[in-house]
């Protein structure tokens, strides 16, 4: 007889973010994708199945919605978080959303993004069960209320994602140059990604009147001159981290994600050179659609900072950024960092030829941040 785990292993394999795709979507990624590896066709089949029982709800959301829009529109300016990833910016989301003044992307918006409104309400202990106990990329737990990338959403609900680069692995180079950077889009292609993200936000917004929507999503690290031109009063938070670490630790990050989320056995990839030059390409965007930027709208910090004196950067950021309700949160950052304590990072090892490589390829950065080679695992 299988064992428990044993048995939410397999369901774990069954399910696939795409199941809260809608019909349509789901068709143009499969279709433009060529397919999938027969392994993987009952996640397909199942994720479809799923598209189409979930189309009353959908309707129920956008009737629900399209009721209440006036409401909140316009939307208050977000506040996006970005990095790129494995730079902590998911540490910093988890203490900015136990802020009630605060709104996030729960875990059933980012894997229902068509219908979490109606789904959650009817049956919302249901979702919660199914929840993952766990990150697949770390040892983040995963609760109803833990703040989730936008990405996996909106990967759901357009076929312009980075996302579907790790589902589809065979066209990963395409799907990361499309999801990233827009590359070979045409202007009624982007417009469709940007109407979806509106609707997307004005669910969020929906869902918490009154609070600030705050938006995690390394993605948006290299856009962020396009979500100016979104949300011309949006603020920004950069959090950035020890670049050697980043390298190791993305390797880690990509092994991880196609083996829980490729539908498609992954061809060979030279991870390293994918690596390094996203990265500089990244960070390069950063720097530049940054720039200029007035310091009560882009608030730069080291994760080290964060980890070692978590409240004071925290002070510092409501302080520049001109944000209010800082003592309000303050018992609720302490409260969560607290929980947090014990939590153990991976650790990984820095061998001289590959660290070499990084500093070759990343050293503008590593200068100007003030980063050396690791001697020890640490922030």
Known sequence: MASSEDQR??????????????????????????????????????????????????????????????????????????????????????IMSRAEHFHTVSPFATALPWDFLSLTRLFGPALAKALPEGRYIDNIPVAPDSPQEDEIGLANMSPVSFYHGLYFPRRFAENFERGIYFERLGEPQIAAWERRQRYYYLKLQLEAPGARLVIKNPV??????????????????????????????????????????????????????????????????????????????????????????????????????????????RPEYLSYLDSVRGYKKNVYLYPTAETARVGVAWGHFIAKWGYGVPSAEGP
């Not at 027969?38 to 956008?62: E, H, I, K, N």
């Not at 498609?264 to 530049?288: F, G, N, T, V």
């Not at 964060?306 to 520049?320: D, H, I, K, N, S």
């Open 9 to 94: 292993k397999a369901r774990r394999r069954l399910s696939h973010p795409l199941s809260g795709a809608d019909p349509l979507t789901l068709l143009r990624v499969l279709f433009a994708n060529r397919g999938v590896s027969p392994g993987s066709l009952p996640q397909v089949t199942l994720a479809m199945l799923a598209s189409l029982l979930r189309l009353p709800f959908t309707l129920a959301d956008s009737v629900w919605v399209a009721a209440r829009r006036s409401s909140v529109e316009p939307i208050t300016p977000p506040i996006f978080i970005l990095g790129h990833w494995r730079s902590g910016t998911t540490h910093l989301y988890n």
């Open 220 to 329: 948006y690290t290299a856009r962020l001159k396009q979500l100016l031109r979104l949300w011309p009063e949006a603020k920004f938070i950069h959090i950035h981290r020890n670049p050697y670490k980043i390298f190791f630790s993305m390797r880690n990050f990509y092994h991880k994600l196609f083996d829980q989320l490729a539908l498609q056995k992954p061809p060979q990839i030279d991870l390293d050179a994918h690596i390094l030059e996203s990265y500089s390409r990244m960070m390069r965007a950063l720097e530049s659609d940054s720039a200029g930027l007035p310091a009560n709208r882009f608030y730069e910090m080291r994760f080290a900072d964060l980890q070692a004196q978590p409240m004071e950067q925290m002070a510092r950021l409501y302080g520049q950024l001109e944000l209010e309700g800082y003592a309000a949160a």
